[in-house]
């Protein structure tokens, strides 16, 4: 059993690190959280970049194979998608899963990003 | 012949009748002068008469307090301040309404106001940010929202520590 402690401190740097306005912040969520091996950090990475819901945050969660979307964990893939359909504002996640559908040199990649876009064209 | 005399003779000529002191003059006695019997007896038609006051009727008068005529006359700044006491009186019961109404008053504002104080406290929801500063060892999120870029890499390292931390509790 974790400890609460580190489990919430962890929560508030992923936190804290999806608010700062900084590039720099969203390049040490994709190196860090979602590359750990422990799936509640991944899942609370992909959740807080998607929070963002900016072109390169949403990009890190869509695009990657193996992260986000794509996690090779149902709960990470469910969390991070049902996070993208509790957006407010869609614009900018549709728009990545179209070029993904099209553009993407990997099948799995294209074909996920195809169901999400339909759920959240549906939503 | 005097009308009596026709009804003494009448009298005395019934049988089985005593009649004690049957001379003339005691019966005219008893039948005419009734100012004997109205002395004793009570002719009123008050239906009070027989049990209390013997037919007397009560006048106003008879429970006039003798002290009465002792009793200071109120007359001229006597009189005035007399009617100023009255004009208290009379208003002292409305003035304690009032004040009594006026307690209530404020007594219905004090609840209302707790009663919103304790809505609004009850609505209000503590930021983590708050909580964490009652929790030692906890790391403030909103700190690192501020953090400069430069800074940004200390965060990767307290980020990496914490994780690592939390590897090791799950493989202990």
Redesign the interface.
Known sequence: ???K?????????????S??P????VV?LD???TN???DD?RELTSCALVKRNEHESLSVVIVNKGKGINDMSTFVAMSTINELLALDDKSTAIKILEDTVEMHSDEEVRDNARSVKALMSLS | MQPYDILISVNTNMKGYKMANLSISGISQRIFNTTKHENTVARSTNPFAASSFKGNVLTADVFESSVKNNQPAFTGKTKLMAAALVGNISNLGSRINAGIESVVAFGNRMKESVVNIWNRIDSIKLEDSVKSLFEPGIINKNTIAKMQPEQLSDVKMLLNDNIAKWSESLAA
């Open positions: 059993m974790v400890d402690k580190i489990r919430k401190n962890v929560e508030n740097i992923i936190e804290g690190l608010m700062n900084s590039p720099e912040s040490i190196e860090v959280g750990s091996a422990i950090v």
